[in-house]
């Protein structure tokens, strides 16, 4: 299971780095041909479209990383044994509340599917909103790795 999240997390940093690659690009060459009298309004809408995905992903791998904010002042004060029983509550109910924004994210998709950005005719919302059930499914799958982990741990005490 280890290994399979080291090369979830190669492929997404790798990914990550793509999309923020292009992004920049993007916005320098708009920046650019703007003010040079060339402006290409496509390029903005791409590119907020591409950060989107951007968040989603790195917000699993921030996840997958401890990285995001937590208040544990109150849980750090709990015996160990408590502690353990709450923090794998709290991940159960994130676990939940992630599969259901992974899943109104599908119904969310399914609606725009007709819907296409004003600049760029090629391009469906369906495709950026697609970022929220990718993202949080992701999310949910680093939790859920992290249950199993937990509940093992804790059956070896």
């Known amino acids: 299971m280890q290994r399979a999240l080291e090369i979830l997390d190669r492929i997404e940093v790798a990914f990550c780095q793509g999309l923020l690659l292009v992004i920049v690009g993007l916005v320098f060459v708009s ?5 040079v009298g060339y402006p ?5 809408a791409l590119a907020s479209g591409l950060f989107v995905w951007l968040i989603y992903i790195g917000a699993d791998r921030a996840l997958r990383r401890s990285r995001h904010i937590g208040m544990s002042s109150l849980v750090d004060r709990l015996p160990q044994g408590v502690r353990d029983v709450v923090e794998l509550l709290t991940a159960v109910l994130i676990l939940v509340f992630l599969l259901i ?12 599917t007709r819907r296409v950005f004003e600049e ?3 391009l469906s919302y369906s495709v950026v909103v697609a970022a929220v059930p990718v993202g949080t499914a992701l999310m949910g799958f680093t939790v859920l790795v992290r249950i199993v982990e937990r509940v093992r741990a804790l059956r070896r005490k």
Do not use: E, H, K
């Open 31 to 35: 920046a650019v041909l703007r003010y």
């Open 40 to 44: 290409i309004n496509w390029t903005n």
């Open 101 to 112: 924004i992974a899943f109104l994210g599908v119904r969310m998709v399914l609606a725009n």
């Open 120 to 122: 760029l005719l090629f």
